[in-house]
């Protein structure tokens, strides 16, 4: 028993017992990789979670120049029904001037209807706006009250800290006055 | 060196840096790499390390589930269920902490086991003894309270018959299972308290479990002989070799939790615990988890209500001053000829009380739970302090090296040969 304790001579480089500490470790890493996964995996979204994640909207009832707030996936979207001038407005504004360079046509399905995810890109704030009565910033669209960012009828940034355009959803027009976003 | 930075012994020059100012690397290198073992474990001594494994695993799984609990009365039960179906892997981690449980308390009872049969709770360790079963005590409160919060029928009738144990105590017995309860029956105030607190003790018992191993270290090992080692030629450093038959103990334990988890995820538990909490009817065949059976047939082997309550709690209050209880210097049994069959029918008798605390109140299982406890308490209050003066132990080896069986006689070639050299 002693003597197969005693360590075994080491030759030129590897020893027998460096490619058992070099095999056991491997395979202890892979074990706690495998472990660790369903920890993780268990914070991402729940399946009721993710079965939750499509939103139907009437659109009927939204008068022009008026908008909704509705909730998908726990985030507000604005649904806004432009009016001619805001649209003729958004249109006329040059790319050049953008921060977020894109075109209005690419961020509508119909040019009446503009659907955004109403986050300020900045830092998670709810922009002002939606309401006749909010203030809608230099540009018509909405106004972020934490620290002054202005999107315009198209969301698109034009004047404050934040970095992007109010995002789109994805979406599609089930029928002519329906639309599901997810 | 500057004065006041400890003097590390580490070649790299980070870990040397860190070392000398906060010397983590020496007191682990000290305490489980050089630390001196006893040459002769057997595998009974893999049983702490996997318990130490055994609350980790119950504190991370934990951790998770209760990201996806909610500690209502409304929503418990609702909130488990999804965990078992709509949360990413929310089986697997329920079932590995229920049945992390059972693993705790097999693991548990097998490392007492070691103890009473290797007299591991003799001196010099007495504390280190009874820091254990402060541990074991802490253990089965958390169980019990992580049992109510699925919010099942057992949940909910375990939780009140539990609780109701302590009405037995005259004069403030009401007053304590109100207060318990935080209302007139158990309630949502009670599961709220019972979250709160099972999430707390875990981390009071890794307090204690520190404790426990901080005296170990000041004492060092028992063994199989129950001699203490007498030079280096009676041990091993901790590292490699007991890191490594931890090991193995190690991989066959996940192989049994892996077999429960994956394949009988449901056998240790009961089907009742999948009908919501209704507090207007009871189970007609209501246990406690398995684990608690032998106290619990305790309890029902007396007609008495406050007697049984005394004789439960006292089954393992009697395990406190069982080291002065038993007056034989002789630490192992494998030197007590007397003692080992006695103990074999204390353990015969456990064993029979945890079959018959999950058999209904009725003949012959009372009578049956009636010996066992007599025979429980019999043996650590007469035979242990009896056997002390009347027993005469088998001759000691003279050292762990030299092992009894080959005293005097020829040594096995390889047995005793340099034994200075690896120390």
Known sequence: MADSMAQPAPQDGETRRDFLQLVAGSFAAVGVGAIAWPFISSMNPARDTLAVSTTDIDLKPIAAGSAITVVWRGKPVFVRSRTEEEIKSARATPLSELRDPQADQERVKKDQWLVVIGICTHLG????????????????????????????????????????????????????TQIRIG | MATGLHKSDFQNPVIRWVDARLPVFTMMQKEYGTFPTPRNFNYFWNFGALAMVNLVIMIATGIFLAMNYTAHTGMAFDSVERIMRDVNY??????AHANGASMFFIVVYIHIFRGLYYGSYKAPRELLWMIGVVIFLLMMATAFMGYVLPWGQMSFWGATVITNLFSAFPLVGESIVTWLWGGFSVDNPTLNRFFSLHYLMPFVIFGVVFLHVAALHITGSNNPLGIDPKGPQDTVPFHPYYTAKDSVGLVVYFIVFAVLVFFFPNLLGHADNYIPANPLVTPPHIVPEWYFLPFYAILRAVPDKLGGVLLMFGSIAILFVLPWLDTSPVRSMRFRPLARPFFAVWCLCFLVLLYVGGKPPEEPFVTIARVATAYYFLYFLVILPLLGRLERPLPLPESIARPVLRGGGPLPAGAMSKPMEKA
């Open chain 1, 125 to 176: 704030c709810i922009p002002l706006g939606q309401k006749p009565t909010d203030e809608r910033g230099p540009f018509g669209g909405w106004f972020c009250p934490c620290h002054g960012s202005a999107y315009d009828t198209s969301g698109r940034i034009r004047q404050g800290p934040a970095p992007t355009n109010l995002p789109v959803p994805s979406y599609a027009f089930t029928s002519d």
């Open chain 2, 90 to 95: 929310g089986w697997l981690l329920r079932y």
